[in-house]
């Protein structure tokens, strides 16, 4: 598997972090009105995964890919716990 990509995200608020993940052809700034009052309370990423959005456009694209990338993404940003 080839290294993992670096995302486009967003973040707002404050607090423990707290990752959003859109679906099949969204991104993440589909989510920025509705995460409104959780920025209160966590520092909300919206994260957009490979292929959508401003993130890069590569193969595969499967969700064990997708989940390592977020993985990755995870590790990139040293949170243990989301």
């Known amino acids: 598997m080839s ?3 670096d995302l486009a995200y967003d973040a707002l608020g404050q607090g ?3 990752y959003v ?3 099949f052809l969204g991104a993440g700034e ?6 409104k009052p959780f920025q209160a309370h966590f520092t909300v990423y919206y994260i957009d995964q490979r292929n959508h959005g401003r993130s890069p456009h590569l193969r ?6 997708l989940a390592a990338d977020i ?12």
Request: glycine share 6%; proline share 15%.
């Open 71 to 82: 993985y990755a993404f995870a590790t990139r940003q040293g949170h243990t716990q989301v």
């Open 16 to 18: 423990p972090p707290l």
């Open 60 to 65: 595969p694209t499967d969700y064990p890919t």
């Open 30 to 35: 589909n989510w920025r009105t509705v995460l």
């Open 21 to 23: 993940l859109h679906g």
């Open 3 to 5: 290294a993992a990509p």
